[in-house]
């Protein structure tokens, strides 16, 4: 049973840049794609973009083209999402989600990690 | 970008009731639509993909139907385990694009 763990909660200066990283254990992970979904407080689900790491690209959905960056480390099986120029209104739960199929991207999330919390505030 | 509208936003509904949601695409969306699951505190979890295959483990009191720009999720006898707030969610793949629904939130009555 592959299980996501992330890392901890963070809390950023307006205009700096988090890395939240998401680290898989117990099944494949180069060919299964990591997504990043956000969720603003009391609000619904975003998607970010997603990335697998075989092919090592990212794709990015529009809103963030400009301010996220997907990666992912196969030799510790973890995947990172790095969001600069922080806004207030980038504080939100971002959780890493992984395809239910292999070689798929932004498809079905099947598997999620327990959230990270990120508050940006002066 | 296509623009998942759901309803209704909230209800409230008896046990054993029968609860129907529903989901609608600006654009053809063919069968490319999830439904997740959020319970309070809780990562979302996947319980209908492709409009209307169970995840495994997902009770059968569980169901999606649609196809186009109209779809539903049912919950056939309501349970006080599926308080929650439940999302649709399209996909495109070329290139990879998707979005939620504004969500729904279910509670008992």
């Known amino acids: 049973q592959v299980q996501l763990v992330q890392s901890g909660a963070e809390v950023k200066k307006p205009g700096s840049s988090v890395k939240v990283s998401c680290k898989a254990s117990?099944?494949?992970?180069?060919?299964?794609?990591i997504n990043w979904v956000r969720q603003a407080p009391g609000q619904g689900l975003e998607w970010m973009g997603g990335?697998?790491?075989?092919?090592?690209?990212?794709n990015y959905a529009q809103k963030f083209q400009d301010r996220v960056t997907i990666t992912s480390d196969e030799s510790t099986s973890t995947a990172f999402m790095e969001l600069s120029s922080l806004r207030s209104e980038d504080t939100a739960i971002y959780y890493c989600?992984?395809?239910?199929?292999?070689?798929?991207?932004?498809?079905?999330?099947?598997?999620w990690g327990q959230g990270t919390m990120v508050i940006v505030s002066s | 970008d296509i623009q998942m509208t759901q309803s209704p936003s909230s209800l409230s509904a008896s046990v054993g009731d029968s609860v129907t949601i529903t989901c609608q695409a600006s654009?053809?969306?063919?069968?490319?639509l999830n439904w997740y699951q959020q319970k309070p505190g809780r990562a979302p979890k996947l319980l209908i993909y492709?409009?209307?295959n169970l995840e495994t483990g997902v009770p059968s009191r569980f169901s999606g139907g649609g196809s186009g720009t109209d779809f539903t999720f049912t919950i056939s006898s309501l349970q006080p385990e599926d308080i929650a707030t439940y999302y649709c969610?399209?996909?495109?793949?070329?290139?990879?694009?998707?979005?939620f629904g504004g969500g729904t939130k279910v509670e008992i009555k």
């Open positions: 654009r053809d969306i063919s069968k490319f």
């Open positions: 117990g099944g494949t992970f180069s060919t299964y794609a």
């Open positions: 492709d409009a209307s």
């Open positions: 969610q399209q996909y495109d793949t070329l290139p990879p694009r998707l979005t």
């Open positions: 990335s697998i790491p075989l092919f090592g690209t990212a």
């Open positions: 989600a992984r395809d239910r199929r292999q070689l798929s991207l932004g498809v079905a999330f099947d598997t």
